[in-house]
């Protein structure tokens, strides 16, 4: 009796953690499900991964009202086949395919566009691979929760046609956009300029303002986009290439 007792309480912290990380389904208003879409200018070419997809209502509405493909990753076996009934009612299932599968394991690399609407303990475990794995200028939209120390490109709150179970009469959904590495000393002919990196927030040395919006960087009279080692662009209207 004593063994029960003690491998029922060793096993006891192990499922209350598997409880307490796996996030419970709350569906996705509709109205909100296709603002988070536009606000990540989804549209066709793109690939929307909604991580943790339910019912898959959103990867559907992309392929359905964006033109966009999309796949959903899904830990329910259950809900995986149910949205794939759902994308061939919906005459999308050449468009949008659901894997079953670990959201903190999956391959999101492909994505342009990422939905998610997990729990902030998984939003936190995720925050690394969104800038680690993801390509610059890839979209990520949240519904409900922030990632801590990634101040969001863009936040609204969306009001609700009717109480949605679950969460209320309102939704407030964030918009990243997954910046490029720029942080370091770049170098021009008779040329040579710091920047210090907070994500998208960046200070260039000697500027009054900069900003960067994925592959896309500014700063006093000039503008140029990121390719690799190399920042490309026009200053005061001459062409210059800047290198680390």
Do not use: C
Not at 112 to 127: D, E, F, H, I, N
Request: no cysteine; hydrophobic share 45%.
């Amino acid at each position: 009796m004593r063994a029960l007792l003690l491998a029922a309480a060793l096993a006891a912290p192990a499922a209350a953690e598997e409880i307490e990380t796996r996030p419970p389904l709350i569906t996705t208003p509709p109205e909100v499900v296709e603002r988070m879409l536009s606000m990540a200018g989804t549209r066709a070419g793109d690939l929307v991964v909604d991580l943790g997809s339910g019912d898959g209502r959103i990867v559907i509405a992309a392929a359905q009202k964006f033109g966009a493909r999309g796949l959903g990753i899904e830990l329910d076996g259950a809900l995986i086949e149910k949205s794939r009934a759902a994308a061939r009612a919906a005459k999308v299932d050449d468009k949008v395919s659901f894997v079953q599968g670990d959201v903190l394991a999956a391959d999101i690399s492909r994505a342009t566009v990422v939905t998610v609407y997990l729990l902030p303990s998984l939003m936190g475990r995720l925050q690394a691979r969104f800038i680690a794995e993801l390509a610059p200028g890839t979209r990520i939209v949240s519904h409900a929760f922030a990632m801590a120390g990634w101040t969001p490109d863009a936040s609204e709150v969306v009001r609700l046609k009717a109480r949605h179970p679950g969460q209320g009469d309102e939704s407030t959904l964030h918009l990243w956009i997954v910046p490029a590495e720029v942080r370091g000393l770049w170098r021009a002919p008779g040329l040579s300029i710091r920047i210090e990196q907070n994500y998208q927030r960046i200070e260039v040395q000697g500027a009054r303002a900069a900003a960067l919006s994925g592959r896309d960087i500014s700063w006093d009279g000039f503008r140029g986009r990121i390719e690799g080692h190399r920042i490309v662009g026009e200053l005061a209207g001459r062409p210059i290439e800047l290198r680390r």
